[in-house]
């Protein structure tokens, strides 16, 4: 446990200190709040159903919430780590591999919920109203967080598979069809009727309707549970898959 | 130096551990690091190791000589657990690298030649994660960071981002992150390539320093008066196998003779071979690009015979230098080539015509 908590000490620092990796991450999805926002609230006024009452900044929010999480930058310090050596230098220190990956991944959770309490500040200052109270908000921050941890080993499986930096970098590419293929923009409903079948396919789909009636509902036990159930899974099999990747490194 | 210490390292007493023995048979032993038939084989099929068998013991600085791609940082790798062997055994300390990993680990210092240093942390944030991932932490991360950091003399540069620092500083402050646990067996992987004359003195006093605080030493090297002058023991490798081995004073004895060389500038290379041959006392003629190496049982006194000869038959070479063998010698004779980017013996005499 030392061990995850120094590793994890370590990575946040490089989060804080490299701020030129986290503050791009953060551009798109203000980016895209405030234009989408700009765009269509003519089109899809207050009185639109779907919005029930709100804005539509509240239903574009738990979307960019996502953006802000969803980033290749941790697989990027773990391929940069690999790629100077120092991964060498932790992997001959007498440590459990697993801390590396721990180590990694409490630092996405500390990025995460600062991102997401960001995005989620802007939002509110845009107009949205989070329905389910404070703690709801506090509920959207940590489960965006946690999809930025479960996001976050896709790039740290690319990472140790290829030890190719600029492989980990492309994997950012993952985030078009995970987070485009969804009801990002208007509800499953509205899709057309292929759009629609991919998005109920992609996982991610539940997570941002979880996020959304958090924001637009209140609190709806199902939404929220398949939210988590989703994350979870998510989290759960990229987990397992980073730890086998680091356990048979160079084996 | 490494003279003084040869005696002690060769013949010194086994003793066993039956675990071991189990697995190593009669080999096994209380060496620093033992291999028997050690073989890394790559996935497109590279051999770049090929059954190495080697014993270093308690407290030897053990160098590990080899051109560059001659499976020296194979070897490390095999060694440090960070790589596992195709074929053969390793084991550091009777560990066995692969079924004691975890225990080899503890007790070894590693500084790889990539230097593997975290250019996010200050050279001391990087001693204090390092303490604690050999379980020291608080107070006593604090203590043993400070001292390692007086030692490499990196006190004032402290608190700078490790990305800041020049190769020298670098290489030193790997070398203090191996040591925060002060460990049995110290792995340098060409600790001084690509160092200035200044910064490879300073790491070869550090690396004595160690060694007499009792630490074994493995370090691999391109440079042959590295190896002279810190190594009690030498083994040279080339192609993945060990094609010499022994103190530096035993291989340069064995060479058993004193190289003559002969400058050729612009001498036709094969007249001044024929012209040479039959030299009394001649081992071994070595023909380089520009000269010709002649082992010769004595070459001082051969110089007059050499000088006649080539004026018999109009030949107009250029230097003829005389020296005792050399390392640089041992592995031409052992590999049929001189080793790149090392410098010329030093301390020649030389006799011009």
């Known amino acids: 446990m030392t061990e995850v908590a120094l590793l994890g000490r370590r990575a946040v620092r490089e989060v804080v200190r490299y701020p030129e990796a986290t503050i791009p991450t953060l551009f798109i999805p203000l980016f895209f709040l405030v234009v989408n926002i700009g765009q269509v609230s003519r089109t899809f006024p207050s009185s639109t159903p779907f919005l029930k009452g709100q804005g539509y900044v509240a239903f574009q929010l738990p979307v960019s919430l996502m953006f802000a999480v969803a980033t290749a930058t941790t697989g990027l310090a773990l391929v940069t780590e690999i790629d100077v050596g120092y991964f060498d230098k932790l992997l001959v220190a007498p440590i459990r591999r697993s801390s590396i990956i721990f180590g990694r991944l409490s630092a996405d959770l500390v990025r995460g919920v600062a991102a997401s309490a960001l995005v989620l500040a802007v939002g509110i200052a845009l107009g949205a109203r989070v329905q389910s109270g404070v703690l709801g908000a506090v509920v959207i921050v940590l489960l965006s967080a946690a999809f930025g941890v479960a996001y976050a080993g896709f790039g740290i499986l690319v990472a140790l598979r290829t030890r190719n930096v600029q492989a980990t970098q492309s994997s950012f590419l993952l985030f078009f069809p995970l987070l485009f293929l969804t009801p990002n923009f208007v509800p499953f409903n509205r899709l057309s009727p292929l759009m629609e079948t991919l998005a109920r396919i992609n996982p991610v789909s539940y997570v941002i309707v979880g996020l959304r009636s958090l924001v637009i509902d209140g609190w709806s036990a199902g939404k929220i549970g398949v939210c988590i159930g989703v994350i979870a899974g998510m989290g759960l099999i990229l987990t397992v898959l980073s730890l086998r990747a680091i356990a048979t490194y160079d084996r | ?353």
């Open chain 2, 1 to 353: 130096m490494s003279e003084t210490v040869t005696g002690m390292t060769s013949g010194r007493v086994v003793d066993r551990t039956d675990a071991l023995a189990e697995v190593w048979g009669e080999d096994a032993g209380a060496a620093a690091i033992e291999t028997r038939s050690l073989r890394r084989v790559f996935k497109d099929s590279i051999e770049a190791v090929s059954d190495i068998d080697l014993t270093v013991g308690m407290g030897e600085v053990f160098g590990f000589l080899g051109p560059n791609g001659a499976g020296k940082t194979t070897t490390v790798r095999m060694l440090c657990t960070l790589l596992p062997p195709t074929a053969g055994r390793a084991a550091v300390l009777g560990l066995d690298v692969i079924d004691d990993a975890a225990a080899v680990r503890r007790r070894i210092g590693v500084a790889l030649q990539e230097i593997g240093l975290d250019p996010v942390q200050t050279g001391r944030e990087l001693l204090e994660l390092q303490c604690g991932l050999y379980g020291i932490t608080g107070r006593r991360a604090r203590a043993r960071s400070d001292q390692l950091l007086e030692l490499v003399g990196l006190v004032d540069a402290a608190d700078r981002r490790t990305k800041t620092y020049s190769g020298g500083m670098k290489r030193r402050l790997d070398l203090a992150s191996a040591l925060v646990h002060s460990p049995d067996v110290l792995f340098l992987d060409e600790p001084t390539t690509g160092l200035d004359p200044a910064s490879r003195l300073t790491i070869w006093e550090e690396v004595r320093r160690i060694n007499a605080e009792g630490a074994t030493i493995f370090l691999t090297t391109q440079y042959l008066e590295e190896a002279d002058k810190l190594c009690d023991r030498v083994a040279i490798i080339d192609g993945g196998r060990i094609v010499a081995e022994g103190t530096p004073a035993r291989l340069k004895a064995q060479m058993g003779h004193d190289v003559v060389s002969v400058s050729l500038d612009g001498a036709d290379l094969a007249a001044t071979e024929a012209a040479l041959a039959g030299l009394p006392g001649l081992e071994r003629v070595v023909a380089e690009s520009e000269a010709l190496a002649l082992y010769l049982e004595d070459g001082a006194r051969s110089i007059a015979e050499i000088v006649r000869r080539l004026e018999g038959e109009r030949i107009r070479a250029g230097a003829i230098s005389v020296a005792r063998p050399s390392l640089d010698d041992v592995f031409l004779q052992a590999t049929g080539r001189r080793l790149e980017g090392d410098e010329p013996p030093a301390g020649n005499e030389e006799v011009t015509r």
